[in-house]
């Protein structure tokens, strides 16, 4: 199974250290911004598929539109190396050894939220990535649900 998704909303940092925490990886975090190139992101993936890091690129729609068609090549590239079981790829022209639990996980910022340097994802790169959507959870709404869990008759009350 691949392991590449693409969250909707920008996570925080201490999600990043319990995700390490809990599954025992290896887990690298790189802001992106309009200075990181094509060239930049594919060293980055030579260490992370060498490595078997769990890369997270923060505010990946921050990168510049024309690099982001050459980085979902490079990412179709890892995404069919990873889904195929290939020990071998092929990066900055030179063969790199994978390790196959290596993942790749970005965060996105919405554009219609007054978030400035924004792209839009083209398509060839959206259909590389899971969506998933988050919220606030309801704290209230929870408590009352473990309540009642507990055996308490009026969780509403307390």
Same mark, same amino acid.
């Given at each position: 199974?691949?392991?590449?998704?693409?969250? &909707?909303? !920008?996570?925080?940092?201490? #999600?990043?250290?319990? @995700?390490?925490?809990?599954?025992?990886?290896?887990?690298?975090?790189?802001?992106?911004?309009?200075?990181?190139?094509?060239?930049?992101?594919?060293?980055?993936?030579?260490?992370?598929?060498?490595?078997?890091?769990?890369?997270?690129?923060?505010?990946?729609?921050?990168? &510049?539109? !024309?690099?982001?068609?050459? #980085?979902?090549?490079? @990412?179709?590239?890892i995404q069919f190396t990873l889904k195929n079981r290939i020990d071998l790829i092929s990066l900055?022209?030179?063969?790199?050894?994978?390790?196959?639990?290596?993942?790749?996980?970005?965060?996105?910022?919405?554009?219609?939220?007054?978030?400035?340097?924004?792209?839009?994802?083209?398509?060839?790169?959206? #259909?590389?990535?899971?969506?998933?959507?988050m919220s606030v959870p309801d704290n209230l709404q929870i408590t009352q649900t473990l309540l009642?869990?507990?055996?308490?008759?009026?969780?509403?009350?307390?």
């Amino acid at each position: 199974m691949v392991k590449i998704l693409m969250f &909707l909303m !920008e996570l925080e940092r201490p #999600i990043y250290k319990s @995700i390490r925490k809990v599954f025992g990886r290896q887990v690298l975090v790189f802001n992106c911004d309009e200075g990181i190139d094509f060239k930049a992101m594919e060293r980055i993936f030579i260490d992370l598929t060498k490595s078997g890091a769990w890369g997270y690129f923060d505010e990946f729609n921050r990168l &510049l539109e !024309e690099q982001l068609s050459v #980085i979902s090549i490079q @990412i179709q590239n890892i995404q069919f190396t990873l889904k195929n079981r290939i020990d071998l790829i092929s990066l900055l022209n030179q063969n790199v050894n994978v390790d196959f639990n290596s993942c790749i996980y970005v965060t996105m910022n919405p554009d219609s939220k007054g978030y400035g340097g924004r792209s839009k994802l083209h398509d060839n790169l959206k #259909i590389l990535f899971r969506p998933v959507a988050m919220s606030v959870p309801d704290n209230l709404q929870i408590t009352q649900t473990l309540l009642y869990a507990e055996g308490f008759k009026n969780g509403e009350i307390l």
